[in-house]
């Protein structure tokens, strides 16, 4: 596993649309064929910069199915919670 720390959060904050404090509450995995991706859903628990949400649905590469179940190195794994 690898893990990249971005060199400024300051900066990465400045660049992004949304800044918030939010917690995971639900994943579902699906097969985008070869590879399996997660959407993962987050209830906003504090904005600080951004548009008004209350949930927000991130995406990433990896996951796990019945049957299959991928892990890509580097990329964010969250927990409900």
Do not use: C, H, Y
Request: aromatic fraction near 4%.
């Amino acid at each position: 596993m690898s893990i990249v720390s971005p060199e400024n959060l300051g900066v990465l904050a400045q660049e992004a649309p949304l800044v918030a404090l939010a917690r995971a509450e639900g994943e579902q995995s699906w097969l985008r064929s070869p590879l399996v991706f997660t959407r993962v859903r987050f209830r906003v628990l504090e904005l600080v910069k951004g548009p008004k949400l209350d949930e927000v649905v991130v995406e990433v590469p990896g996951g796990a199915l019945a049957d299959k179940s991928l892990v890509v190195p580097g990329a964010p794994r969250f927990r409900r919670g």
